[in-house]
């Protein structure tokens, strides 16, 4: 599933996406269901970056809803010029949903990148 994509001031590759359960949604029946993406994220730019500014969501293909997510796996924190790190970001979506664009943001106001992603 590797992608890479230049965002502003970041080189982005999707590693892997994949449902998960965590205690609070492993429930029988339960309407919502946890997915995770694992990122590695370098920061391309001649300057300290923040990752925390970036912005992540799934846009589910079939309604158009959108779901917020969070980066977790770094430290939170300045990134150096030229350096990386692994993340996972993680959303909670409606169980019978599969078929997502995962959209990033930053905060430059450059257009989205995207990338299509199934569960």
Same mark, same amino acid.
């Given at each position: 599933?590797?992608?890479?994509?230049?965002?502003? *001031?970041?080189?982005? /590759?999707?590693?892997?996406? =994949?449902?998960?359960?965590? #205690?609070?949604? !492993?429930?029988? @029946?339960?309407?919502?269901?946890?997915?995770?993406?694992?990122?590695?994220?370098?920061?391309?730019?001649?300057?300290?970056?923040?990752?925390?500014?970036?912005?992540?969501?799934?846009?589910?293909?079939?309604?158009?809803? *959108?779901?917020?997510? /969070?980066?977790?796996?770094? =430290?939170?924190?300045?990134? #150096?010029?030229? !350096?990386?790190? @692994?993340?996972?970001?993680?959303?909670?979506?409606?169980?019978?949903?599969?078929?997502?664009?995962?959209?990033?943001?930053?905060?430059?106001?450059?257009?989205?990148?995207?990338?299509?992603?199934?569960?």
């Amino acid at each position: 599933m590797k992608k890479v994509a230049a965002a502003y *001031t970041w080189s982005l /590759t999707v590693d892997s996406g =994949v449902s998960h359960t965590s #205690l609070f949604l !492993n429930v029988p @029946d339960s309407p919502v269901k946890g997915v995770a993406v694992n990122v590695t994220v370098k920061n391309v730019s001649n300057e300290i970056q923040f990752p925390d500014t970036l912005q992540w969501a799934l846009i589910d293909k079939s309604t158009g809803e *959108t779901y917020t997510g /969070t980066m977790h796996g770094f =430290v939170n924190g300045a990134i #150096l010029a030229g !350096n990386s790190f @692994d993340a996972t970001i993680d959303f909670q979506v409606p169980t019978y949903s599969n078929d997502f664009t995962l959209t990033l943001t930053s905060p430059a106001g450059v257009d989205p990148v995207t990338w299509d992603i199934r569960f």
